[in-house]
């Protein structure tokens, strides 16, 4: 069974009918025309884009707001509840994610930055959607030890067919705790709803692995999505100077980061002289120079049957949306997009009204829809 079938409970199997107030501009790719459609506007550095059952989508601000957009518009109200967090340079409200039940349970998931006497870290927190405010809210995972840094937290999420929760936690700006498995930094963690390490985390039989762990060596990673049919968990990370990367995760495998990598130190310095080394994984495909890749999906909608298992990819860096044509989990075409718009793209999902959706990261960032030209 496609997994996609899985994961429609997620967004509910259709947007309402919504009366967008829309300005659209026309682009095209080799294969398609298509207008990109302002859906709101306004937001202070939106991070996440979530699609409900009712239609309506939920937006995080990385400024520390959870927003609603309903009926096509805004709404002015932040909704209330959210735990406490800290919004400090990359840091603040982050991901979005709903519970695989959201439409009985309307429990969501949100990941962000948080403060205490002993530093920042990336903390997940679950708790219950009603109307206008959060409630039950607690707080399932932290990353740990803290650290005084403000920079890569990571935090991009995504659930399973199993119904695991996967986390994404940077290396903080610290390089070499990607490689110390008794630090949450630098991997990606794998729990139950609750809070529990999944079963089958390979740190469970290895007491030198925090149990949390799925893989590590991981610098940055702020795109995370299911491959649609075999269910793999595909990711990005950002590099330093060139050497962002691709990955398909697998339990237990080090991803080099920083023993091995394809980009260089800012300071235009080498962090090592490997690209590969026995016992690390090579990446599924890598930039050089870098793009500053966020945001991550597969297209699966109707509006764009040439886009059909085409892979999309944000890019603040370089302000434009890649697209990655996938032949047997190999990478055989790259597209860039958007590169006129001159934005910063930070999230980039598929609507289950088969659009393509994206956000900018911008003081006054936007949420866009992808629509086939008329």
């Known amino acids: 069974m496609r997994l996609i079938q899985f994961l429609m409970p997620l967004s509910g199997m259709l947007l309402l009918s919504i009366p967008f107030a829309i300005a659209a501009q026309t682009f095209s790719s080799h294969n398609t025309r298509f207008s990109l459609e302002t859906v709101a506007g306004g937001l202070e550095h939106p991070w996440s884009l979530a699609f409900l059952p009712d239609g309506s989508m939920l937006v995080t601000e990385r400024a520390g707001r959870l927003r609603v957009i309903k009926s096509g518009r805004l709404l002015p109200q932040a909704i209330e509840g959210l735990p406490s967090l800290a919004v400090s340079g990359q840091g603040g409200l982050l991901d979005v994610v709903l519970h695989p039940e959201f439409a009985d349970n309307k429990t969501l998931f949100l990941s962000y930055a948080h403060r205490s006497s002993q530093g920042m870290t990336t903390r997940v927190a679950r708790g219950i959607f009603e109307g206008e405010r959060l409630k039950d809210v607690s707080t399932i995972f932290e990353a740990l030890p803290r650290s005084n840094t403000s920079r890569h937290f990571g935090g991009r999420m995504a659930f399973d067919a199993s119904g695991y929760l996967y986390i994404s936690v940077g290396d903080r700006g610290e390089m070499d705790r990607a490689q110390d498995t008794r630090d949450d930094a630098g991997g990606v963690h794998r729990i139950t709803l609750n809070g529990e390490p999944a079963p089958g985390n390979p740190g469970l039989d290895d007491p030198s692995i925090n149990d949390t762990f799925f893989t590590w060596g991981n610098r940055n990673i702020q795109g995370m999505t299911l491959h649609p049919e075999t269910g793999e968990l595909w990711t990005h990370e950002h590099g330093p100077r060139g050497g962002d990367e691709i990955n398909i995760l697998s339990s237990g495998t080090n991803y080099g980061w920083?023993?091995?990598?394809?980009?260089?130190?800012?300071?235009?310095?080498?962090?090592?002289?490997?690209?590969?080394?026995?016992?690390?994984?090579?990446?599924?495909?890598?930039?050089?120079?870098?793009?500053?890749?966020?945001?991550?999906?597969?297209?699966?909608?109707?509006?764009?049957?040439?886009?059909?298992?085409?892979?999309?990819?944000?890019?603040?860096?370089?302000?434009?949306?890649?697209?990655?044509?996938?032949?047997?989990?190999?990478?055989?075409?790259?597209?860039?997009?958007?590169?006129?718009?001159?934005?910063?793209?930070?999230?980039?999902?598929?609507?289950?009204?088969?659009?393509?959706?994206?956000?900018?990261?911008?003081?006054?960032?936007?949420?866009?829809?992808?629509?086939?030209?008329?």
């Open 258 to 374: 920083p023993e091995i990598t394809y980009g260089i130190g800012y300071s235009g310095l080498p962090i090592t002289l490997h690209t590969e080394k026995e016992g690390m994984a090579q990446p599924l495909h890598y930039w050089d120079p870098s793009i500053a890749p966020s945001g991550m999906a597969f297209y699966t909608g109707s509006e764009f049957p040439q886009w059909q298992g085409s892979l999309f990819v944000g890019a603040l860096k370089l302000r434009k949306l890649v697209r990655l044509e996938i032949e047997n989990g190999q990478v055989m075409e790259e597209e860039d997009l958007l590169t006129s718009l001159n934005e910063r793209i930070r999230d980039v999902r598929t609507g289950p009204d088969g659009s393509l959706w994206l956000l900018t990261d911008s003081s006054k960032g936007k949420v866009y829809r992808v629509v086939p030209a008329q």
